[in-house]
């Protein structure tokens, strides 16, 4: 069984940065495809970023293309997204998502989920 705890939300003004980890435990991220996905309220969830080891690929939404980037550490078996230049727009709760799969954009395609963490961007 994967569990997956994400941190690192909060309350920011726009222009500032975040970073939020996700915690794997029960597999190792070397298996497994990570995605971030986002949901803000009476929004669908939509995905964010995602990343898989082997073949290492890398996979961004348009809206966060240039400004959040997704890493791993594959010793601490933690997934990361550095949110930089945040807009309004951003103000979300973040989830964090695994797959025994390639990397994949739909939330319909992810086994796993964290709890979520909120992320709010002031103007």
């Known amino acids: 069984q994967v569990q997956l705890v994400e941190s690192g939300g909060g309350l920011v003004q726009a222009g500032g940065s975040l970073r939020l980890s996700c915690v794997v435990s029960g597999r190792t991220l070397t298996t497994y495809t990570m995605g971030w996905f986002r949901q803000a309220p009476e929004k669908e969830r939509q995905f964010v970023a995602a990343?898989?080891?082997?073949?290492?690929?890398?996979n961004y939404a348009d809206s966060v293309k240039g400004r959040f980037t997704i890493s791993r550490d594959s010793a601490k078996n933690t997934v990361y997204l550095q949110m930089n230049s945040l807009k309004p727009e951003d103000t979300a709760v973040y989830y964090c998502?695994?797959?025994?799969?390639?990397?994949?954009?739909?939330?319909?395609?992810?086994?796993?989920w964290g709890q979520g963490t909120q992320v709010t961007v002031s103007s």
């Open positions: 998502a695994a797959r025994p799969g390639p990397i994949a954009t739909t939330n319909f395609d992810y086994n796993y």
């Open positions: 990343i898989r080891w082997s073949p290492y690929t890398i």
